[in-house]
C-alpha cells in the first residue's frame, strides 16, 4: 500500500479538532439565527390566511368560539374555511378534495376540529389520510396544568413529542398462519433523526431545558436502539440542551409519581401515543389538551385531540378551550407571541375566576357564555 | 378428584407400583405422578406446586440479580430465617456483564429442578449488540412463564394521591412486542416484529378470567390498540371475547390502551381486573404501581404451567439506591409471601404479610421512596419484632 500523504500526526489532530470546533460553532450560530427566523414568514404585518377545518359534531360550533375571540383579540388571521371529507381522486386512490389541499399548501397553518371516524364508509380515517397527505412527522402536545381546573396532579409542565409517521403504527400486519399474527414494528433512520432534529429545535426555540428520549431499547434492541443512537447524534449538536435516555416503563413509573422531573420527551410512534394521552389525563383530559401536527415543507396543523361528542352536538354545551389553545400554539408557531400569550391568559383567568365554566368543566354555562366572558377579557386587556 | 378415584379402583397388583400403599394418600402420590410429568402437562388450569422434599421442607432457587436485588433477597433470608419458614434457598448467580449465556442457563436449569423461583432483577445493558438480549426475558420464555400477576392494592399508610386502588393486572409474558425478532433489512431501516398467537391470547384470556372467578371479581378490562394493529390486537381481543362467553357471571369489556392509561390517572377506581398483552401490560403495571406509592410496595408474580417466578413488580434493578441500605423491601417481602402461598404454606406467608402491612400501615415506618427516613434494616427489624410480637399473642 503507498502512503499517500505523510502528515505529522499532532498537526492531523489539531487540524480535526479545529474543524470540529467550527463545525459546533457554525451549528450553534445557525441554530440560533434559525430560531430567531425560526418562523419565515413572520406575520408582523399584514393579514396571514389559515385554513381552518371545522370538524363534525362539536367541530363547527367550537370552531365558531375560536374565530370571535381571535376576531376580539384582533389577531392578524385570515380563515378560510375548508372541508376535507375524502373524495375518490384519479386511479381510485382515497384522498382529500383538492381546494382543501391547494388552502393548505398556500397556506401551510392549519387548525382542525374533532373529525367523525368513519366506521364503513371505505375509506380510511381522515386523520390518516391528512397525517399521509402533508407528511405530518411530528405530534407535538404540551402538558401544562390549569389554574383553576383541580386534578390530583398540580405544576405540570412538560412537552410530548412523538413521531408520527412509522414505529408501531405502519400498519403492516400478516397472518402468518391460521391463528399467529406478526405485526410489523418499522424503525427508520431518517425518520428518527427527523423527530429527533426537531425535538431539539423545539427545546431550543421554546427555551427547554432538557430532552429525555424515552424507549425500550433493552427489549427492542436494533429498533429502539437505533432511535436512541439518532438522538444522541442529534444531541451532539445542541450541546446547551441537556439530553438524557429513560426506559419507557420508568417513564410511567415516574410520571405518575412526580411529573415535575420531566421536561421535553421524545419517543416513536406508539410509546408517544400512550404518553401523551396519560400526560393529557394529568392535566384534565382530551377537553383541554392542545396539540400541533408539524409536517415537512413548513406545514403544521394544529388540532383539538378529543372527539367529535355528537351528543351534545349543536346543543351549544360545548368546550372550546383545547380548539383554543391549539389555536395559541399556532400563534406561537407563527411568531405573535403577544397575541398567543394575550389569548392564553384570557382562557386561564377565566377558567380560574369559576364563575363562568362549561360543564365538562364543572360549570352550568353555554358554550356561547364561555367564548363572550373570555372575548371580553382580551379585550379588557387592550 | 376424578383421578384419585381412578387410582384407587387400579387393581391391588398395580398399587404398590405407583406407591399406593396403605399407607398412601392417593391425592398426594397422584400430585407426585403428575408432577413426573410435568413437562408433558398442558394448559390445563390448576398449578400444580412441587413436592415438599425431605422433613417437609422446599427447596426454592434464589437469583439475586443486580442492583438492589442481593440485598433485599438477603433480607428476605434473614427473615425466613428468623421466622423459622422451610424453606431452603438455591443461590444461582447470573452474571449479566459477560457475553456468554451459560449462567443464565444454569439459573433455567436450577428453577426447571425446583419448580420455584424468588429472584431479583437481571440488568440488561442496551448498548450491547442484539446478540445479547435480555437474560430476564429469556427466562420468562424458556420456562413459558406465561402470565404476569400484579394486584395493585394502596396501602392505609402510604400517602398517595389516589386512594383505595385494588386493580388486578394480567398480562401475558412470552410474546407480543418482547418476541426480540428483529433484523436490519436494508442499512437504516430496522423491522421488529410483534407476535400474537390465538393459543397464547386464549390462554391468557383463560387463566385471567379463572383468577377472577376465585378471587370474586366482577369485571375483566381488556386493554388493546385494535383500532390500529387491527390483525394482531384484533385477534388477542377475540380470543378474550370467546373466552368470556364461556364466564356469564363476569362482566367483560375493553379498551384502548391511551384511553386507559388517562383513566387510571384521572379515575382508577373504575378498573377491576385487566389483561392485556406484554408491552401494554409494562407500561398499565408501571402506571398502577406509581399510583398506589411505588416500585418498592408491589410483588408481581410469573406464572407458567409448571413453574412459577416471584420478583417485584416494575422489576426494577434500582443500580442507583443499591448498597445504600434506603431500598424499600416491601415488594421483596411481599413477593417472597406470594412464594410461600404458591407452596400451599398459607400460614407462614399470613404471618409475615401481616407483619409487614402492620410495619407500613400502623408504626408507618417508611424508607424515602414513600416520603420516610427509615432504613432497609430498620423496616426488616420491624417486619421481625411484628412477627415476635404476632406469636407471643397466638
Redesign the interface.
Known amino acids: 500500500m503507498i502512503c499517500l500523504k505523510r502528515s505529522a500526526p499532532s498537526r492531523h489532530l489539531w487540524k480535526e479538532g479545529l474543524i470540529s470546533s467550527i463545525c459546533t460553532l457554525v451549528s450553534r450560530v445557525v441554530g440560533a439565527m434559525k430560531s430567531q427566523a425560526s418562523h419565515p414568514r413572520t406575520f408582523s404585518r399584514g393579514l396571514q390566511t389559515v385554513t381552518l377545518i371545522p370538524g363534525d359534531g362539536i367541530g363547527p360550533e367550537i370552531s365558531t368560539a375560536v374565530m370571535k375571540i381571535f376576531e376580539a383579540a384582533k389577531a392578524p388571521i385570515q380563515w378560510e374555511e375548508r372541508n376535507v371529507t375524502a373524495i375518490k381522486g384519479p386511479g381510485g386512490k382515497w384522498m382529500i378534495p383538492t381546494e382543501a389541499k391547494d388552502s393548505m399548501d398556500k397556506s401551510k397553518i392549519g387548525l382542525k376540529g374533532p373529525l367523525k371516524t368513519p366506521i364503513a364508509a371505505g375509506h380510511p380515517s381522515m386523520n390518516l389520510l391528512l397525517r399521509k397527505t402533508f407528511d405530518l412527522y411530528a405530534n407535538v402536545r404540551p402538558c401544562v396544568s390549569i389554574e383553576g381546573y383541580k ?3 398540580t405544576d405540570v409542565d412538560l412537552v410530548t413529542i412523538r413521531e408520527n409517521t412509522e414505529g ?2 405502519s ?1 403492516i ?3 402468518i398462519v ?13 425518520a428518527s433523526q427527523r423527530i429527533a432534529e426537531y425535538a431539539f429545535e423545539y427545546a431550543r426555540n421554546n427555551q427547554r431545558a432538557s430532552v429525555t428520549a424515552v ?12 432511535f ?1 443512537r439518532k438522538c444522541r447524534e442529534v444531541a451532539e449538536n445542541f450541546k446547551d440542551i441537556k439530553f438524557t435516555e429513560m426506559y ?3 417513564v ?6 412526580d411529573p415535575t422531573q420531566f421536561d421535553v420527551l421524545v419517543m416513536p410512534n ?1 410509546y408517544g ?6 400526560c ?3 392535566i ?3 377537553g383541554v389538551t392542545p396539540s400541533g401536527n408539524i409536517g415537512a415543507n413548513g406545514v403544521a396543523i394544529f388540532e383539538s385531540v378529543h372527539g367529535t361528542a355528537p351528543d351534545i352536538a349543536g346543543k351549544d354545551l360545548a368546550n372550546p378551550t383545547a380548539l383554543l389553545l391549539s389555536a395559541v400554539m399556532m400563534l406561537r408557531h407563527m411568531g405573535l407571541h403577544g397575541q398567543a400569550k394575550k389569548i392564553e391568559t384570557a382562557c386561564f383567568d377565566t377558567i380560574r375566576d369559576k364563575k363562568v365554566l362549561t360543564k365538562d368543566l364543572g360549570g352550568n354555562s353555554k358554550c356561547s357564555e364561555f367564548t363572550g366572558e373570555i372575548c371580553r377579557r382580551v379585550q379588557d386587556m387592550e | 378428584m376424578a383421578a384419585s378415584s381412578a387410582a384407587l379402583s387400579l387393581p391391588k397388583v398395580f398399587r404398590p407400583v405407583l406407591g399406593l400403599g396403605r399407607s398412601g394418600n392417593p391425592a398426594k402420590v397422584w400430585a407426585a405422578a403428575a408432577s413426573c410429568r410435568r413437562e408433558k402437562s398442558t394448559f390445563v388450569g390448576r398449578i400444580i406446586p412441587p413436592p415438599a422434599k425431605y422433613g417437609g421442607r422446599h427447596t426454592v432457587t434464589l437469583i439475586p440479580g443486580d442492583g438492589i436485588g442481593p440485598e433485599l433477597l438477603n433480607h428476605v433470608r434473614e427473615l425466613f430465617r428468623f421466622s423459622c419458614v422451610p424453606v431452603d434457598f438455591e443461590v444461582v448467580n447470573v452474571n449479566s456483564s459477560v457475553a456468554t449465556e451459560d449462567d443464565i442457563h444454569n439459573a433455567i436449569t436450577a428453577i426447571r429442578r425446583n419448580g420455584v423461583a424468588l429472584k431479583g432483577n437481571i440488568e440488561t445493558n442496551h448498548n450491547m449488540p442484539p446478540s445479547h438480549k435480555s437474560r430476564n426475558n429469556l427466562l420468562r420464555t424458556s420456562l413459558d412463564l406465561f402470565a404476569n400477576m400484579m394486584h395493585c392494592q394502596s396501602l392505609p399508610g402510604v400517602q398517595t394521591r389516589h386512594k383505595n386502588i385494588d386493580i388486578i393486572i394480567i398480562r401475558e409474558n412470552t410474546e407480543g412486542e418482547y418476541s426480540s425478532l428483529e433484523h436490519e433489512s436494508v442499512s437504516g431501516v430496522v423491522e421488529s416484529l410483534k407476535i400474537i398467537t390465538r393459543y397464547n391470547s386464549l390462554r391468557i384470556a383463560d387463566y385471567a378470567f379463572r383468577l377472577a372467578r376465585e378471587k370474586g371479581r366482577r369485571r375483566v378490562t381488556a386493554v388493546h390498540k385494535a383500532n390500529i394493529m387491527k390483525l394482531a390486537d384484533g385477534l388477542f381481543l377475540q380470543c378474550c371475547k370467546e373466552v368470556a362467553s364461556g364466564y356469564p357471571d363476569i362482566q367483560f369489556d375493553s379498551m384502548i390502551v391511551d384511553n386507559t392509561t388517562m383513566q387510571l390517572v384521572s379515575k382508577p377506581h373504575q378498573f377491576d381486573v385487566m389483561v392485556m398483552p406484554n408491552l401494554y401490560g409494562n407500561v398499565v403495571s408501571n402506571v398502577c404501581a406509581g399510583l398506589v406509592g411505588g416500585p418498592g410496595l408491589v410483588p408481581g408474580a410469573n406464572y407458567g404451567t409448571n413453574y412459577a417466578v416471584f420478583e417485584t413488580a416494575t422489576r426494577n434493578t434500582g443500580k442507583s439506591i443499591a448498597d445504600k441500605n434506603i431500598a424499600n423491601p416491601t415488594a421483596m417481602l411481599l413477593a417472597s409471601c406470594l412464594m410461600l402461598d404458591h407452596l400451599r404454606l398459607h400460614d407462614y406467608a399470613n404471618m409475615i404479610r401481616g407483619a409487614v402491612l402492620t410495619t407500613m400501615n400502623e408504626t408507618r415506618l417508611h424508607t424515602a421512596d414513600i416520603g420516610g427516613q427509615g432504613t432497609t434494616s430498620e423496616v426488616v427489624q420491624s417486619v421481625m419484632k411484628n412477627i415476635q410480637s404476632g406469636r407471643c399473642k397466638n
Open positions: 386534578t390530583p396532579y408501531e403504527y400498519g400486519e400478516h397472518v391460521d391463528g399467529v399474527v406478526q405485526s410489523i414494528k418499522l424503525i427508520t433512520e431518517e424507549h425500550k431499547a433493552n427489549i427492542m434492541r436494533m429498533s429502539d436502539g437505533l436512541l419507557l416503563d420508568t410511567c413509573l415516574n410520571m405518575v409519581q406508539l401515543d400512550i404518553l401523551s394521552d396519560l393529557a389525563g394529568l384534565g383530559g382530551l
